[in-house]
Structures are given as C-alpha cells and as structure tokens.
C-alpha cells in the first residue's frame, strides 16, 4: 500500500538566462564579448535594463539610473535596447522549454517555470533535464542560463539565484529549511518593501528568523498573512505552475520628451514602432487580425482608432500601410494636432504553424526581413521611412 510519504514530488525547474539583453548583444556582436555591456535607456532619464556580467564588477545592477551606471563604469559600451530582438530569442528558448515540458509559466522573456514532474520517466531525473536543457539552450542560441531545481516554484527561484551563473542548484525538501535560512527576507516570495520593514524592525532579517519566529509574533506583526509567510520560510509551496495564457496583442507605443507636431516625424515614428511590434508578431507565430493605434495628445487625452485586416496579416508593409491610414485620418481631423505618445498594437489570431500544418510542412514563420535583422542585428534592414529625414524618402 502507498503511503502519503510515497507520493511522487514535483519536479520543477526554474530556468532564468544569465544577463539576457547583455548576453544577446555579446553574442550577436562578438566585438562585445569580454565588455562591460550595459543594456538600457540612454536618454536623460534612462534605466539600466541588463548589464553584462563584466559590467556588474562595477557595480552596475538593473534598474539603476543609467547617468549612475555612466560614473561608476566609464568605459562601459551602453546599448539602447532591441526588444524586438530578445523577443525573437525568447521565443527560441521557450521553444526549448517545451521540449522537456507542456508545462511552462513564463515569467518574462528570459525566466520561466516548467513542471517536468510528468517528464521523469522519459527524460530521466530533474538534474539530468537541467543539464539537457543547459546544453540544448548553449547549442542552439550560444546563450548560457541558470536552472533551479526543487520541488516547488519557491525552491526552484530560489535555486536558481544560488545558482548564477552558469550553474544549476537543486534543493532538496530536506535541505529546504536550512539552505534558505541564511537568505535575505527579501527573497521570500510576497515579501516586498513595506512587509520587510516591518519584519526588520521587530528584528527578522534572514528567512531564518522567520522560520523561528512564533505564530503570535508573525501574527502580531502581519495579520493572518503571517502563518502563510511562515510556511513559505520553511521551503512549503504548493502553487501550480500556470501555463501562459495565450497572448491577445503585441504592440509597441513611444511617449515623447517633446510632443511631435509634424505629420511627417509622426509617420517616420510609425513605421519605426510598427516594424517593432511586426517583428515580435512575426516571431510569435501569429498574424494581426486587428490594427490599432493609440494617440495621446497634450496635455493628456487619449484616443485610440483601430481596423479590421482582412485576411489577416504579419507583413511590415502592410501593417504600416493600414497603419498610416488611420493616422493621416486621425491628423486631418484634428484643429492643432500633436502627439504626446504614439502606440501600434495588433490583435492576434490563430499561429501561423497551425494553419501551416494543414498543408504538412511548416514554413520559416520568419520573414526574410527578420533573418536579415537576425542575423545582422536589429537595424541591418529597416524601411526608409523610418530612417531621420535626411536619410527618409521625400515627400
Ligand atoms: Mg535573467
């Protein structure tokens, strides 16, 4: 007779690639590797998205203002972003995911969880799917990541921070408890800024304390949120893995430091943000069955105008051309049009590869454009309209 003890555990892996953005510019620019790259807004109030690992030995870490990120790390090779481009090799690791997996929660486009309990008896034990998947991730995109191993989605992350980079963690139930007790309560899933505060000064500082903690204490301090948090020090966590709900649109909108008054520097700005968001549609395997724009005028209204494609479609010249309509429509129609932001999004329908599979073979859902992007980096191909006017087309 089983016993409750024999219940299979989960197997999850929490897969999270090492300086993604940083690590994508230094592989598709071999100039870069061995650089302090930093990934992020340029501009007068830019964050740093990424930096590469060199970068960091500066001191340079996400989400710092890049002005800081310029002082602390002079010499540092700073790259406006190419979302498009990420997007793409996002959608290539997350191929891999489901290789080991149906079971795959995004998390954002370079961290995921996938449950591979169902997988064991095919693909072997959950440390052996890591390295597979570490190896496959490395073969196929030359990209390095860090996977997290445990039997639940808090141990997985957390394993995974321990990890990086480079590297693969397992943590077993029965380290669970004292592995993580040395850890900042920070680190603790649903602890954000104002809870830790609020622990710390009742002097809780590790997940160690927690775990120490009495229930009148946590109770005291945070309501009956305070056992949940309890449990989760010690390693327990029972929630599913959530696989992604099929996205609905993609897009991309721009807001501006100074509100564009031409119709001409507007267009010049759509065709740049509709070859954004076509390229991510394209590497989604979709097609737009809806175009929209949104238009923000000052001081701050916004409208949106949208069409129908019939029959749907994922080529940048078309989407622009549907696009611009409505925009010449909207501009015409306006007493002293301007344009604080400016939003393209397309609604999506059914993915390419199943309407492909009808006739047996799946097609490159790339587009030549994209391949040449791909291979020569974001910007290798762009249309002349989104080019500054002096390189643009007249008229
Ligand atoms: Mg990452």
Redesign the pocket.
């Given at each position: 007779m089983p016993s409750p003890d024999d219940q299979p555990q989960r197997a999850i892996l929490h897969v999270?690639?090492?300086?993604?953005y940083a690590a994508v510019e230094q592989r598709d620019d071999p100039q870069l590797r061995g650089l302090p790259v930093i990934v992020g807004g340029t501009g007068r109030r830019g964050v740093v998205a990424t930096a590469s690992y060199e970068a960091r030995r500066f001191g340079v870490g996400s989400a710092m203002p890049t002005a800081q990120a310029r002082e602390r790390c002079p010499d540092g090779i700073f790259l406006p972003p190419r979302m498009a481009r990420y997007a793409e090799v996002s959608a290539q690791i997350f191929c891999i995911f489901r290789e080991f997996s149906p079971e795959v929660e995004g998390l954002s486009l370079?961290?995921a969880f996938i449950d591979v309990s169902a997988s064991r008896k095919l693909l072997g034990t959950p440390m052996a799917m890591a390295q597979a998947l570490k190896e496959k991730i490395r073969q196929r995109c030359q990209l390095a990541c860090t996977v997290g191993v445990a039997s639940n989605k808090l141990l997985a992350k957390l394993a995974s921070g321990l990890g990086k980079p480079d590297g693969i963690r397992q943590i077993t139930a029965d380290q669970a408890s004292a592995v993580i007790a040395v850890l900042p309560i920070q680190q603790l899933w649903t602890v954000g800024e104002r809870t830790a505060e609020r622990l710390q000064a009742a002097g809780i500082h590790r997940i160690g304390d927690l775990q120490q903690a009495s229930a009148t204490t946590l109770h005291r301090l945070l309501g009956p949120r305070g056992e949940s948090l309890r449990r989760l020090a010690l390693g327990l966590d029972e929630r599913p893995v959530v696989v992604d709900r099929e996205e609905k649109s993609i897009g991309a909108e721009e807001t501006f430091e100074r509100d564009l008054s031409s119709l001409d520097q507007a267009l010049t700005m759509l065709m740049r943000l509709t070859e954004k968001a076509a390229a991510r549609l394209r590497a989604s395997d979709h097609l737009a069955a809806v175009v929209q724009l949104k238009l923000r005028k000052p001081p701050f209204v916004t409208q949106t105008r949208q069409r129908q494609l019939k029959p749907p479609l994922a080529d940048t010249a078309l989407l622009y051309a549907c696009a611009r309509e409505l925009l010449e429509t909207w501009w015409a129609a306006q007493r002293r049009p301007a344009l604080r932001l400016l939003g393209v999004s397309f609604e999506l329908v059914g993915a390419q590869t199943q309407q492909a599979d009808l006739f047996g073979a799946k097609p490159t859902s790339l587009s030549l454009e994209d391949q040449i992007n791909a291979r020569f980096g974001q910007g290798g191909l762009v249309h002349a309209r989104g080019l500054p006017a002096k390189f643009g087309p007249k008229g």
């Open positions: 999270d690639m090492d300086a993604f370079d961290e």
